[in-house]
């Protein structure tokens, strides 16, 4: 079985543009996590997608957008990036309640 | 509000020596608690989940929990560390409230193991 994938692996900006980043679930998993791990900070959750539904969010600016499209694949869309942006994003998908994770993008602005 | 409590940042023990990395949690209902492992450039995987059924959990790799109530602890414990478990561990909690599996991590342990 597939692990969650996510691409890119590394993606660099400068502040003011705009980053996507990229996640496709295990199959038959249904619920896509986003979370930010950032320097000094810890992991924190960032959004909750299910069934194409955007479910919950964490205390990130709406700038931390994203969509679920019909395969449950899931995109993470950072507008208006700033320096502190900068941190590893990583997708977690579940059927039931224990996540899996993948390994990450790791997002540079500059 | 659900939240773990890491209680060390750094933990460094010898090959072959065993490992206790601490956890102490706060939940107003009965937790689900997992301990996930993250590798230098890698992702999370998760070394075992308690989700109140035995108290004494077993994980991948010889890693182990025990949930005590009481103590409103989940400590990791493994009998004899290797060079290879050298990494980062955090302790998680899911947050049901809201309808919502958000996990909400530990500032994490760093396990260093040397020769």
């Known amino acids: 079985e597939a692990g969650v994938t996510q691409s890119p692996t590394h993606l660099i900006k400068t502040r003011g543009q705009q980053a996507t980043l990229r996640c496709s679930p295990i199959s038959g998993h249904t619920s896509v996590y986003w979370y930010q791990q950032a320097l000094g900070l810890g992991l924190q959750f960032l959004l909750w997608?299910?069934?194409?539904?955007?479910?919950n969010r964490g205390n990130f600016p709406p700038r931390f957008s994203g969509r679920q499209f019909p395969n449950y694949s899931s995109e993470l869309n950072v507008n208006a990036l700033e320096l502190e942006d900068s941190a590893l994003y990583l997708c977690a998908s579940t059927r039931t309640y224990e996540q899996y994770f993948g390994p990450g993008t790791r997002l540079t602005v500059t | 509000a659900q939240s773990v409590t890491q209680l060390d940042s750094h933990v460094s023990v010898s090959e072959g020596t065993p490992v206790l990395l601490r956890c102490n949690y706060s939940s107003s209902y009965s937790p689900s608690l997992f301990w996930y492992v993250q590798h230098p450039n890698k992702g999370l995987q998760l070394l075992l989940k308690y989700t109140s059924a035995a108290t004494l959990v077993k994980g991948i790799n010889g890693f182990e929990a025990e949930f005590k109530k009481s103590e409103t602890s989940f400590h990791l414990t493994k009998p004899s560390a290797h060079m290879s478990d050298a990494a980062e561990y955090f302790c998680v909690v899911s947050d049901r409230a809201g309808n919502t599996d958000k996990l909400i991590f530990g500032t994490g342990t760093r396990l260093q193991v040397f020769p």
């Open positions: 997608y299910d069934e194409g539904e955007e479910r």
